[in-house]
């Protein structure tokens, strides 16, 4: 094994995945299962991204494995034509891990949601970005409960009133991307389900990055929280408000590209008419900053109540020797090992069960 | 001359800080090597370090060693060192009339005997040398001069007296010190002065024994009868680790451990992470549910997926077991139990996690139970555990527990060539007549399924949690069916062949029958011996397999006219069998942290198979 490879650093995240032989389709990713989402469902459009960017991958089908937790996203391994594993509530990650760390040769995506990520799930998806174990975590954010009809989730507004919740929920949201950021996240990216293209390409980013990629798709939720996103993509969205692409060297502006990011003397980021600051002032973008300060005051810019702003597009990417690279790094490098046939293992096994401390009845 | 004795037993009690633990391991392991049979109970706090000099601070660890079989850890004690007045005050009782009892006198300090409760000094009040043969030494000075050469402060003599106390017990019982000096040359190779000091402190007891009149007599204890081979010392959670690692070269598949600390099952993982040469893979989690998930993620990916764990932490788990009972995915739990509910006591033993191991998922949830008998059972039992969940596809859970897992016995090291090959059997084939691959379409006979991993090109299917119809795997709401997989996941483990549990009674008459499960076989067979010895007929059932049970135990069960089962619970294995055998089978139990009290279970035994002899 190179030193690269055991690193596993500049090989990209799907660097020991084999490739398939023959090129593969559209149609080779689709299951003969029945998509039972709702009619208009976000999630649509982000399982059609998928299935046509993992044949433009290149890698094997059978080494391809989607691994998702509960909720309406969870349904998505049933829909892709390899494997998968449909698992418990939350827990999709503890699983992805256990995989990831034993099988290099596996391209993994773990599709959860706001729910099952951010609340039940919460504690893993923190321990699994500060790991960076090699996967693709794609976050399907509604804003809602919908497989248990319509509940608040943690990253509904404050005030908004659901079943659970008829005088308004009380909890403050979440921001899966300052989320991820604080979580020490190599890879944070965000897009949204109604703009194919720009999805497509972070997502293919994210499946390239080694270690953890967290991908937070804003996903419209037609049954109980239709138009949570659509304020963001309004045509009639006043100047300075609406999604805010960030792209790699280029200045942070906002659609109409009259307002830009400046950064405030105290450090914050400001929504400044570029007209007034000059567009010289206006941050350049730069994901590969080694200090996740800047990301994360991009991530801040994030409204929190009804959504009218937004950054989407790679937050963070930097490279970091993903976990699962590191603990095959320690077997690969373990003394004494390791035994590569089972007659050597059988040798060494023999010495341990005997100990430090045999005697021999004669 | 030595006086000859057949068994002794030797219990080294003081502060956490007084390394008694490391004490009677040594003595332990002298007496092994002298061909002893042996057997050791460790006891210690959950508190690292307990006020100094107090009652919850008080560690001991017993050694009971004999010419011939033993299975408990004793219970009179020939022998009491007690570091200092509050470990004489935890101990005393347990020292038989009679019976030795070695002090340090300077530690008898106004403090030390306010924080152990006594108003006035037992060493001044003439009540010890009326019953037991006390020996008081000022260990701080005897080992302080026994090291004077090396220039020691007084924290290093004080830390010192442990090994005087050694060399002086070893002295009584005759024992070759060998082991235990090679030990500290090891232990302390890169400390040359502590290491002459604990040398020269071993030595001084030793001569002290030797020197002085202290000891009217000294004993031997000769070796037992043993079948030639090579021996180790071995305690459950070593065998335990080494039956993992053993199914997994047997198997063939790499070992993958995802644990999360817990007493007292943190050693698995310890030991384990230190077989990275074997392609270990020790993952420790950000809790017990990414443990067992990692664990599953693992064997989905057709590694032998491991966790291990103690009772608060089955609960965790209990829902990605359901996974894995649901995906038939193989899974080994390996629960260290602990006395519980809730936080309970972590460093003490309980059985109570039965009927959680059972029962404790939502559904109808079967899963394979195995439990060890013993230290050195752990190894056979941990394979074996692999075994089932690697060839059959299913979670299994063995029920070891504190005891098991820190005791220690004499075992005779298997051949690792010997060791019988596990064969996962991956599929690597389409599996219906149209070509395609259904999950679970089951062997005819097991009804095991077959297990396709990722990587394996035609075979890419999905499984999850959600009711699967019968054969494809695909999603089904479908009543008929749902009643049908139930049943089928149920017979699945049914169908797991167990060996016949044995009715084991010589005199051919019993009427009483005494089963037990798990790690109370050394209790109930030394009550057992004792009640035979009286010339008392009983029969003893022991029971490894808890799920599925062996075929002939209710025919077994049946035989008696009652059955007792002791259990370190409140009846809960009483309770499945009344359920499935319809038997007379009362439950006796004790839940004091420890083993069940030989004396205690057989004046019950004596008891009971008086009342049936007179129904």
């Known amino acids: 094994m190179s030193e690269a490879s055991v690193h596993g650093l500049g090989i990209g995240g799907l660097g020991q995945v084999p490739l398939s032989i023959n090129p593969l389709k559209r149609k080779d990713f689709t299951s003969d299962q029945e998509v039972r989402w709702c009619p208009g469902c976000g999630d649509y459009a982000i399982l059609s991204a998928v299935q046509a960017l993992l044949p433009e991958l290149g890698i094997a089908r059978e080494n391809t494995v989607v691994v998702s937790g509960i909720g309406c996203s969870a349904r998505f391994p049933y829909y892709v034509n390899s494997y998968g594993m449909h698992s418990i509530h939350g827990r999709a990650l503890t699983i992805a891990t256990g995989l990831a760390v034993t099988r290099p040769d596996l391209a993994i995506m773990v599709a959860t949601g706001d729910g099952d990520a951010l609340s039940i799930g919460g504690n893993h998806l923190i321990h699994a970005l500060r790991r960076n174990v090699n996967l693709t975590v794609v976050l399907f954010n509604n804003r809602i409960y919908g497989l248990t009809k319509g509940q608040f989730s943690p990253t509904s507004e404050i005030g908004k009133v659901t079943k659970s919740s008829p005088a308004g929920s009380l909890d403050t949201p979440v921001n899966a991307v300052s989320l991820a950021l604080g979580s020490e996240a190599t890879f944070v990216a965000r897009s949204i389900d109604s703009d194919r293209a720009h999805l497509t390409s972070v997502l293919r980013a994210a499946f390239e990055h080694r270690g953890s990629s967290l991908v937070e798709v804003y996903q419209n939720c037609p049954i109980f929280n239709d138009g949570a996103w659509d304020q963001l993509t309004s045509p009639d969205a006043p100047d300075g408000e609406g999604v805010i692409k960030l792209e790699a060297g280029e200045p942070v502006l906002t659609p109409g590209g009259s307002y830009g990011l400046v950064q405030a003397p105290d450090g914050h980021l400001q929504v400044k008419a570029v007209d007034e600051v000059g567009l010289e002032n206006v941050i350049v973008h730069d994901p590969g900053a080694d200090d996740p300060t800047r990301a994360f005051a991009l991530s801040r810019i994030t409204d929190s109540g009804v959504m009218r702003r937004s950054p989407i597009g790679i937050f963070r990417s930097v490279e970091r020797p993903s976990f699962d690279d590191l603990a095959r790094q320690q077997i690969a490098t373990a003394e004494g090992g390791p035994a590569d046939s089972r007659d050597d293992k059988q040798t060494q096994l023999q010495q341990l069960l005997a100990g430090d401390d045999p005697w021999t009845v004669s | ?615």
């Open chain 2, 1 to 615: 001359m030595p006086e000859q004795v057949s068994r002794v037993v030797v219990r080294f009690a003081g502060d956490s800080g007084d390394g008694m633990q490391l004490t009677g391991g040594r003595f332990g392991a002298e007496s092994a090597r002298q061909g002893n049979d042996i057997v050791t109970l460790p006891d210690f706090p959950a508190e690292i370090r307990a006020p100094q000099g107090s009652i919850g601070g008080v560690s001991s660890f017993q050694v009971h060693f004999a010419d011939r079989d033993i299975v408990t850890p004793g219970e009179d004690l020939d022998v009491l060192v007690a570091m200092n007045p509050a470990a004489l005050k935890v101990h005393l009782p347990s020292l038989r009339r009679g019976g030795v009892l070695i002090t340090d006198s300077s530690e008898y300090t106004k403090r030390n005997l306010n924080h152990a409760g006594y108003a006035v000094s037992p060493l001044d009040d003439g009540s010890l040398e009326a019953s037991y043969q006390l020996v008081r030494l000022d260990l701080n000075s005897v080992t302080g001069d026994a090291v004077a050469p090396f220039g020691l402060g007084r924290k290093a003599v004080s830390r010192a007296r442990n090994m005087f106390a050694l060399g002086l017990v070893s002295w009584l019982y005759s024992r070759d010190m060998t082991p235990t000096r090679e030990w500290l040359q090891q232990k302390f190779a890169a400390q040359p002065e502590v290491r002459d000091a604990n040398l020269a402190a071993l030595e001084g007891g030793w001569n002290y024994g030797e020197n002085t009149e202290t000891f009217a007599v000294r004993y031997e204890v000769a070796s037992i009868f043993q079948a030639p081979g090579r021996y180790r010392q071995i305690s459950g959670s070593q065998a335990t680790a080494l039956g993992l690692l053993a199914a997994s070269v047997a198997s063939g598949l790499q070992l993958f451990l995802g644990a999360y600390p817990i007493t007292p099952a943190s050693d698995l993982l310890h030991e384990l992470s230190k077989r990275k040469a074997f392609g270990v893979q020790t993952f420790q989690a950000e809790d017990e549910i990414a443990a067992v998930g990692a664990a599953l993620g693992a064997s989905f990916g057709g590694a032998l997926g491991v966790t291990t764990t103690s009772g608060p932490g089955l609960a965790l788990k209990q829902e990605m077991i359901n996974l894995a009972v649901m995906t038939e995915l193989p899974l080994v739990i390996i629960d260290v139990q602990r006395a519980g509910p809730s936080t309970g006591m972590p460093t003490k033993t309980e059985q109570a996690d039965l009927l959680q191991a059972m029962w404790g998922r939502n559904g109808e949830s079967p899963v394979p139970v195995i439990a060890p008998s013993s230290p050195a059972d752990c190894f056979s039992a941990a394979f074996e555990a692999c075994r089932i969940a690697l060839t059959h596809r299913t979670p299994v859970i063995m029920l070891s527990d504190a005891y098991l897992a820190n005791g220690s016995e004499p075992w005779l090291v298997p051949d690792a060539g010997s060791l019988p090959t596990i064969d996962p059997g991956f599929a690597t084939e389409a599996n219906t007549e149209q070509g395609t691959f259904a999950p679970y379409h089951r062997d005819p006979l097991t009804l095991d399924r077959p297990w396709a991993i990722p990587g394996t090109p035609g075979l890419e299917h999905r499984i999850g949690g959600l009711e699967k119809s019968n054969g494809l795997g695909t999603i089904s709401y479908d009543g008929d069916n749902h009643d049908t997989m139930v049943k089928l996941r149920a017979e699945h483990i049914a169908r797991i062949a167990v060996p016949d549990a044995t009715w084991d009674d010589p005199s051919g008459v019993a009427k009483l029958a005494v089963l037990g499960w798990g790690s109370t076989w050394g209790a109930i067979t030394a009550a057992v011996r004792r009640v035979r010895e009286l010339g008392v007929p009983i029969a003893q059932i022991h029971v490894r397999n808890l799920n599925p049970l062996p075929a002939n135990l209710g025919q077994l069960l049946h035989r008696a006219d009652r059955v007792i089962v002791p259990e370190v619970n409140l009846g809960q294995f009483a309770m499945i069998v009344r359920a499935k055998y319809l038997v007379d089978a009362r439950s006796w139990s004790r839940m004091r942290g420890l083993p069940l009290g030989v004396s205690e279970l057989t004046e019950y035994l004596l008891s009971q198979v008086e009342e049936v002899q007179h129904v």
